[in-house]
């Protein structure tokens, strides 16, 4: 059944999603070749990159590409993405336009060739920026500022000034837009670079805004994503837009924004994906209770998706919100886990510890037994048998106390771990036998499963072979329910191994090949070797 410990489980279960997710594209790129774009790449967060650059592993007979947008400040030659040598990787470099370049784009705009001087103006102030050149163009034209000259385009008067900023220009040419279009423009900044036209509708008390957004793309302001979705065409026309606005408006504005979205998505079952939305959207608006609400659904999603790097961000943002003694307790020992999971074990167990001396003094009897009970997991992998024992014993007691059923279990599996691992197998047997008790009472079948799988660990140990078997095999008929491919291909080694002690050479090499087939659709070198 893999590794037992509950802190681990995170990880193993993360690592078969990304199998599943990788049988999921290779799969489709035999149908029809496969293309996966990735935008902004140099923001992506560690576990996404592990991902990523683990895809082109195994995959010669797989026809996929990936193409990834870096933005690259100091380092040109950055790459976020590890990928194993033999996978061929090309750049190409957007460098900044030559004058040749910029000056067809110029002509472009102006439908005629610029005169040198007008052009000589343009390109001091852009610097080969495409970006910059179609602002600077479109605000002349949008300020009738040109004239043809002797076949060439020039400025119709050396009184014309063109702001040095570029978010002074941008801001010209929105104050140069009707009214009703700069009202919705504003409005729609609030909702960030993406903008859902639903939303943005009900916010300006359900005007039709379809014209609009049309006009607005029209302007070079907006793109259509969909017939849901407009975007800001780039993110300092939206950071104009969104930094012009009174501080009072725009917590107005995030207000109405954050109820609508609730009411709005709740309406439809797809809240659960907006949490992050809805806690900026109530943070700004400084309605601090729905804000912690949001953020703690945000987190702890994120964490039930073993998006790590995430979940950490967003409970250590709650932790900086939040004012309660005992929420504070339990986003720690939120932390304490993620931190472990990391490898961080020193600063989990300082965490820990802090958590278990204030909740004593408090009388926080749910988060005095959670924190020993993750402290005692933490012991098992620091070797710290001993305390992890009296840990888990504590918390026994404390989860007897709290008429706790699985929890009870579950620390009476943690306490026969730690028995496991000192070769106290009689000790641990009963631990599990205990986990397993509990477990079949609350009709839990993940933990009934694990449980088993434990009993028949300690039985091989103790040289009960038939006994161990019939534990793997009641666990085996389990996972094939829930497909768990990385655990089943675990226990296929298990159940091979077995077999060969017993000498059952024929059965042996039946379950070794069966490891070794899933191991191989599964991509995992480590098992394969």
């Known amino acids: 059944y893999g590794d037992h410990r509950d802190l681990h489980y995170p990880l193993r279960r993360q690592r078969q999603m990304c199998i599943r997710d990788r049988s999921l594209i290779k799969g489709l790129s035999l149908i029809k070749p496969a293309l996966l774009i990735i935008e902004d790449a140099h923001l992506i967060d560690s576990d996404t990159n592990k991902f990523i650059s683990a895809l082109p592993g195994n995959s010669d007979s797989f026809p996929f590409l990936i193409i990834a947008t870096i933005r690259t400040i100091e380092d040109k030659d950055f790459n976020p993405f590890k990928f194993d040598p033999e996978v061929p990787e090309f750049k190409i470099e957007l460098k900044a336009l030559d004058k040749i370049t910029a000056e067809g784009m110029v002509e472009s705009f102006f439908a005629g060739k610029p005169s040198g001087k007008l052009f000589h103006h343009i390109w001091n102030q852009c610097l080969g920026n495409p ?135 709740s309406s439809r079952h797809e809240i659960k994906s907006h949490f992050i ?40 943002k709650l932790r900086s919100i939040e004012k309660d003694k005992q929420e504070i307790l339990k986003i720690d020992i939120n932390i304490a886990h993620i931190k472990i999971i990391f490898g961080k074990w020193k600063e989990s167990e300082k965490t820990l510890k802090t958590v278990i001396a204030f909740a004593y003094k408090s009388g926080h009897l749910n988060e005095l037994a959670e924190a020993k009970l993750t402290l005692a997991n933490l012991y098992y992998s620091m070797s710290k048998y001993s305390d992890g024992k009296q840990l888990g014993n504590d918390s026994v007691s404390l989860y007897r106390k709290l008429k706790k059923p699985l929890m009870i279990g579950r620390a009476f599996n943690v306490l026969g771990m730690l028995c496991w691992k000192q070769a106290q197998y009689n000790d641990a047997l009963k631990n599990f036998n205990e986990y397993l008790k509990y477990s079949k009472k609350e009709n839990m079948n993940p933990d009934i499963a694990r449980a088993i799988f434990n009993i028949g660990v300690v039985n091989s140990n103790l040289g009960n072979r038939e006994e161990a078997l019939k534990c793997y095999f009641e666990v085996l008929k389990y996972l094939k329910t829930k497909k768990e491919k990385y655990s089943i291909c675990n226990l296929y080694g298990n159940i091979g191994l077995l077999y060969s002690q017993q000498n059952k050479f024929a059965e042996a090499i039946k379950y070794i090949k069966k490891y070794l087939k899933v191991s191989i659709e599964l991509g995992s070198k480590e098992h394969i070797s």
């Open 277 to 316: 939305d809805l806690a900026f959207h109530f943070e700004k608006a400084g309605i601090i209770n729905k804000a912690k609400k949001y953020l703690l659904k945000a987190a702890e999603k994120t964490k039930d998706n073993f998006h790590n790097v995430e979940a950490l961000k967003l409970f250590l």
């Open 131 to 265: 970006f910059y050149i179609e602002q600077i163009c479109l605000f002349m034209i949008e300020n009738n500022s040109l004239k043809e000259v002797k076949g060439k385009v020039d400025l119709k008067s050396e009184e014309i000034k063109i702001p040095e900023k570029i978010s002074s220009i941008i801001l010209s040419r929105i104050d140069h837009l009707e009214l009703h279009l700069r009202d919705i423009l504003k409005t729609a900044a609030v909702l960030g670079m993406e903008v859902h036209i639903e939303i943005l509708s009900r916010m300006l008390r359900g005007q039709k805004i379809n014209m609009a957004c049309k006009k607005l793309e029209d302007e070079n302001i907006f793109v259509e994503l969909s017939s849901l979705y407009y975007l800001f065409k780039h993110s300092l026309i939206w950071e104009a837009v969104y930094g012009i606005q009174l501080k009072k408006r725009l917590r107005l504005l995030h207000s109405i924004a954050g109820e609508i979205m609730e009411e709005y998505y």
